[in-house]
């Protein structure tokens, strides 16, 4: 993905707190990771065999991380949604790889590593899991949850709620019915969306979006454009994606805040050629 040159930047921007500085310094340090460990990747066999499985597992988890990052940067930046499309499949890639080799690692290292999950839900792994699961179905990429859903569920043994009801969708055997969320605020908000009756779920969605921000306090993203160099935007991509799962009338809260409207109208668009 091409970085965005500042004019182009100042005149696509879609997260008006996103500076050009802290886009250019983050797309460039992710980018710099991207070819450090496919460089890395790429050694000898003879070279491979003595790295540490350890050094594997950190670089290609970084690299995970990264890749998702990216295309939320991306999309507060500017960047086309037909970019962003053509990016996620090489994320779920990365996400593939990184379970890979921390597998690896947890048999290599033993008991004090097992048990450990590729993305713990109860932690800082629920948002970057929840921007991947709405970040496919956002993009027309649903066919491809059936490969993000074995790296999420491994060893997180305490279901989520919205998780299993944005993957059911598309991979069977979710549980719908599950009551809570593992993180809670503000993403418990939207079960009831779920069940709501077709007429009523506008309002909710927008009430949702009104308290989304101040409910999510206790979240990684709270508070970080004034916080460190990580900004990477504000956005609900659950209320996106939901919105677009249930076929929900948008136009109540089309120009709210936090909400990522063009995704929205993207994936409808898509769905219709």
Not at 68 to 84: E, F, K, R, V
Request: glycine share 6%.
């Amino acid at each position: 993905m091409q970085t965005l040159d500042e004019h182009t930047f100042l005149a696509r921007r879609r997260e008006p707190l996103l500076s050009y500085a802290i886009y250019l310094e983050s797309k460039d340090s992710q980018d710099e990771c991207f070819d450090m460990v496919e460089a890395g990747l790429q050694q000898p066999a003879e070279v491979l065999q003595n790295i540490p499985s350890e050094n594997f597992m950190t670089a290609t988890r970084r690299r995970a991380w990264d890749g998702i990052d990216l295309l939320s940067l991306a999309y507060s930046a500017g960047h086309t949604t037909a970019d962003l499309r053509a990016l996620y499949p090489t994320v779920l890639e990365y996400w593939e790889e990184y379970a890979s080799y921390d597998r690896a690692f947890d048999v290599q290292a033993g008991a004090a590593e097992e048990g450990f999950p590729h993305f713990a839900l109860p932690g800082d792994g629920y948002e970057q899991v929840n921007r991947m699961i709405c970040l496919g179905i956002l993009l027309g990429w649903g066919n491809l949850l059936p490969r993000l859903a074995p790296v999420i569920d491994f060893n997180n043994h305490e279901k989520d709620g919205l998780v299993e009801r944005l993957l059911a969708f598309s991979v069977d055997g979710r549980d719908t019915a599950w009551p809570t969320c593992t993180r809670r605020q503000p993403y418990v908000k939207t079960l009831k969306i779920f069940t709501a009756e077709k007429q009523a779920r506008p309002a909710l969605m927008q009430d949702y979006l009104d308290k989304w921000y101040d409910a999510s306090r206790r979240e990684p993203y709270y508070g970080s454009h004034e916080r460190d160099t990580s900004f990477s935007g504000y956005w609900s991509w659950e209320a996106a994606a939901i919105t677009c799962l249930l076929d929900i009338d948008d136009s109540c809260y089309r120009d709210a805040a936090f909400y990522p409207a063009d995704l929205t109208a993207f994936q409808r668009q898509s769905l219709s050629i």
